[in-house]
């Protein structure tokens, strides 16, 4: 997951001069923290274990709509 991650994040820099590239990856960190809120609400955390992948979700996809207008 680390790697996924580390490459997300240099998709993202990149993507500041390749568009495409950056919303991609913004839509990949968004699907994947949905993900990360899912394992969490199955595993029946508490609501502050659920709330970063919420807000790096909601931000990822901020970043990917602001890329897209």
Not at 2 to 13: S, W
Request: a neutral charge; proline letters at 4%.
């Amino acid at each position: 997951m680390g790697v996924v991650q580390v490459v997300g994040a240099l998709a993202l820099a990149i993507g500041v001069f390749w568009e495409p590239l950056a919303i991609a990856a913004a839509i990949g960190f968004a699907l994947m923290m949905v993900g990360a809120i899912i394992a969490h609400v199955r595993a029946g955390d508490p609501a502050a274990k659920v709330a970063p992948a919420a807000f790096f979700g909601l931000a990822s996809i901020a970043t990917a709509v602001l890329f897209i207008i």
